[in-house]
């Protein structure tokens, strides 16, 4: 199946600062890598996704980019803020199925 | 639109019962994904069902653990003869039929705990 290593697995930051969160997958023919959120206790929750088929994807403060040769996808979180604090998830799918391997997570800590 | 549903929320066992945790799809959803979470990692694939169809179990365990998605009903992870390394939570998601690769939705996961 499908690898994803993710990295790092702990980030503090500055309320305000950025926040890059990293991972790489080994299956060439993945082609849907999708991010989620989980705070404590709580059910993962979509944030971002990106196909393919484009390199890079914005939503307010989120960006995803992706670069299929290097096979590695990137999270960007701009003018962090308290409430980003939260176990972030990659994951990607193998190209011959639907379910997802996911990252071993990154605990971010934005400090106030 | 009620999301993904979960029961129980919590369940704790003895070491040698069974457990059994059900899932519901989102209304429309016709596949189904467990996944399990040990305390402190990641998100582990186990089993992508169909409705009446399992598609992909190679990330469960081949003993003790086996999951049904019957035509009517919920989904249902079944848990025979729990050792205390079964601790863990135990998540279910859904996407809808539509085609290849979709978004997937989480529920709010069993919290298993075997004594």
């Known amino acids: 199946g499908e690898n994803v290593e993710q990295h790092p697995s702990t980030l503090s930051v500055q309320e305000g600062d950025s926040a890059v969160i990293k991972c790489t997958y080994s299956?060439?023919?993945?082609?849907?890598f999708p991010w989620y959120k989980q705070e404590l206790g709580k059910r993962p929750q979509l944030i971002i996704d990106?196909?393919?088929?484009?390199g890079e994807k914005k939503d307010q403060r989120i960006a995803v980019t992706l670069n299929k040769t290097a096979k590695h996808f990137s999270l960007h979180i701009t003018e962090t803020q308290p409430e980003d604090s939260a176990v972030y998830f990659c994951?990607?799918?193998?190209?011959?199925?639907?379910?997802?391997?996911f990252g071993t997570g990154t605990s971010l800590t934005v400090i106030p | 639109n009620a999301g993904v549903m979960q029961n129980p929320r919590h369940l704790v066992r003895r070491r040698g019962q069974e457990a059994r945790l059900r899932c519901s799809p989102m209304?429309?959803?016709?596949?189904v994904y467990w996944y399990r979470q040990l305390p402190e990692e990641g998100l582990k694939f186990m089993v992508y069902?169909?409705?009446?169809?399992?598609?992909?179990e190679s990330g469960m365990p081949k003993e003790r653990f086996s999951a049904e998605f019957p035509k009517e009903g919920p989904s249902i992870l079944r848990i025979q003869q729990v050792v205390r390394g079964d601790s863990a939570a135990y998540f279910c998601?859904?996407?809808?039929?539509?085609?290849?690769?979709?978004?997937?939705?989480f529920g709010p996961g069993t919290r298993l705990l075997v004594l």
């Open positions: 994951a990607a799918t193998p190209h011959t199925g639907n379910q997802f391997y």
């Open positions: 209304k429309g959803h016709s596949h």
């Open positions: 069902l169909q409705k009446e169809n399992i598609i992909d």
């Open positions: 998601a859904s996407s809808p039929p539509t085609g290849f690769q979709e978004t997937q939705y």
């Open positions: 299956d060439s023919a993945s082609n849907y």
């Open positions: 990106i196909r393919s088929n484009v």
